[in-house]
């Protein structure tokens, strides 16, 4: 499955991926924010791009690559992961140098417009770090609003509980225009 906008491309994860992958996540804001594994070596990336590929063989899991949609380069991941029948969460991170142009935005844009076009979904929903603002803002940009703030929704990488702002997106909701 392709899904494209012109300017990024979202596509399964082929092995060829894993360099670019472990590149991406030895950044800080991607330790800081995702429950990566900490070291990220190279035989984790080429895991992670492996089991991601093998998302496609569950009705539950759809994971991209997302890239350049003019010269292929690999500039982040994005998946949606069903959590029940009607509600599905998303997930997305990008690599340092796509950020600040409008990637993630139109990444999450692609696969809700796909998600609502080609599912039942109602409920799409994900959730940040309270300090992550910048995803807080692509969700919102994507037309998701902040529903609130759980309490020690996750816990760290040290065992403490951490709060998540939600974000949720109704199937029926007003999107805003690009
Ligand atoms: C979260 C994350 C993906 C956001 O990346 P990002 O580059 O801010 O998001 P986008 O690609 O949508 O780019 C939006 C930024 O580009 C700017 N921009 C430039 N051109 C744009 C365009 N055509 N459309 C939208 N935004 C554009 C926006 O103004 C915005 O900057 P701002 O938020 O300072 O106003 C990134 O910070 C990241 O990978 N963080 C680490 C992992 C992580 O936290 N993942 C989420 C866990 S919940």
Redo the contacts with the bound molecule.
């Keep these: 499955m392709v899904l494209t906008d012109g300017v990024v491309r979202l596509r399964a994860w082929e092995p060829e991926d894993a360099p670019a992958v472990w590149a991406a996540c030895q ?1 800080a ?2 330790i ?3 429950p990566v594994p900490q070291p990220y070596t190279e035989t984790v990336a080429r895991k992670y791009v492996a089991a991601r590929a093998l998302d496609w063989a569950s009705e539950d899991e759809r994971s991209f690559a997302i890239t350049d949609a003019a010269i292929g380069e690999v500039l ?1 991941s994005i998946a949606r992961h069903r959590r029940a029948e009607h509600r599905a969460e998303f ?6 140098n ?11 844009r692609l696969l809700v417009d796909w998600s609502l076009e080609t599912s039942s979904l109602i409920r799409l929903e ?4 309270p300090e ?4 807080g ?2 969700a919102e ?1 994507a037309g998701f609003s902040r529903e609130g703030v759980r309490r020690a929704w996750d816990l760290d990488r040290n065992g403490n509980p951490e709060d998540d702002v939600f974000y949720v997106l109704v199937r029926g909701d007003p999107r805003p225009t ?1």
């Design positions: 950044d804001l991607i800081r924010f995702l982040g997930g997305y991170w990008l690599a340092p796509a950020r600040g142009r409008g990637v993630a935005t139109r990444a999450l994900l959730y940040t770090h992550n603002d910048a995803s803002r692509v940009r690009i």
